[in-house]
């Protein structure tokens, strides 16, 4: 069955880096984008992008430019999401997802803790 | 960006009793609509995808309908499994973009 499973919890202060992966099994990894997504605590759901598995091409929302970077280690099936100089409001729960128009498949979420 | 307006914010319902949750899209987004369900701690559920499609595992008592601009989903027969929040997300236009949610819960 297809699975995406994600790196644990991670606690960082301010201006810190965090790498958080998502690993994918169950299918073909290049045969389908990784999306990632971002809820903060009590919040809805907020698309940052996607990165195209088979050719590494990488799209980012207006609001995750700069400081957030997708990329990938296609021999692991792993995607991973980077976020460099983290602030405050970077305090949330990050999903790795994959689907085009819609999310079928999640991984279970990674918590970035924010805090000096 | 298109926005994504749910309502109600929560709702409470007994068990057996059907409910519905709208979703309205700032501009038509043709039947892309999905709906999740997410419990507390954990990552979102399709259910529903081109706006009345069942996702594969899902019970049949959820179902969603709509078009053009507006669209709905309702849960019959009520169960406590079925707490949560809900979610509808356009697919139609980048960026993809999710409603406030709405929060169903068991009277």
């Known amino acids: 069955q297809i699975q995406l499973v994600q790196s644990g919890p991670e606690v960082k202060k301010p201006g810190e880096s965090v790498k958080i992966s998502c690993k994918a099994s169950?299918?073909?990894?290049?045969?389908?984008?990784m999306q990632w997504l971002k809820q903060a605590q009590g919040k809805s759901l907020k698309w940052m992008g996607w990165?195209?598995?088979?050719?590494?091409?990488?799209t980012y929302a207006a609001d995750f430019t700069g400081r957030f970077v997708f990329s990938l280690e296609t021999s692991a099936s792993t995607a991973y999401l980077q976020i460099t100089n983290l602030k405050n409001e970077d305090m949330a729960t990050y999903f790795c997802?994959?689907?085009?128009?819609?999310?079928?498949?999640w991984g279970q979420g990674t918590l970035v803790t924010v805090s000096s | 960006d298109i926005q994504m307006t749910q309502s109600p914010h929560s709702l409470s319902a007994s068990l057996g009793e059907t409910v519905s949750i709208e979703c309205l899209a700032s501009e038509g987004i043709s039947n892309y609509l999905a709906w999740y369900q997410q419990k507390p701690g954990k990552s979102p559920q399709l259910l529903i995808y081109?706006?009345?499609s069942l996702q594969d595992g899902v019970p049949s008592r959820f179902s969603g309908s709509g078009s053009g601009t507006q669209y709905s989903l309702k849960i019959s027969n009520m169960q406590p499994e079925d707490e949560g929040v809900y979610y509808c997300q356009q697919g139609y236009k980048y960026p993809p973009t999710f409603g406030a949610g709405t929060k169903l819960e068991l009277k």
């Open positions: 990165i195209n598995t088979n050719t590494g091409k990488t």
């Open positions: 997802a994959s689907g085009r128009d819609w999310f079928a498949y």
């Open positions: 169950g299918y073909t990894f290049t045969q389908a984008g």
């Open positions: 081109y706006a009345s």
